[in-house]
């Protein structure tokens, strides 16, 4: 079951988004295409949709924000790429 991330759930002070796309095909709510396949970690707004739909709990959306922007292989950028990451990599010690 996915949940509704909202912007003050991110950690925007230490990651510093962008909030408006960078162009006009750039559309976090477009479910194929680019949008899907690659995500762009410094869109705030591809990071709400992403882990929206990734996580089944709201408490795990700082994990998820630190592991995706400091220890995600920056060669991983699609979706299904990062979630499997995330899904086999969840429990790794973070120092």
Known sequence: MAIKVKKSDLNDAEYNYF????????NPK???GKER???NRK???????FLSNFLTDIRK?????Y???N????AIRKHNEI???LTENWNMKTW
Do not use: F
């Open 61 to 65: 959306v700082s994990r998820a924000e």
């Open 71 to 74: 220890k995600l292989p920056s």
């Open 83 to 85: 979630e499997d990451w």
């Open 30 to 32: 477009i479910k194929g």
């Open 37 to 39: 396949l690659e995500l």
């Open 19 to 26: 909030w408006r796309a960078e162009d006009a095909g750039d």
């Open 67 to 69: 592991l995706i922007h």
């Open 43 to 49: 869109e705030g707004n591809e990071m709400l949709y």
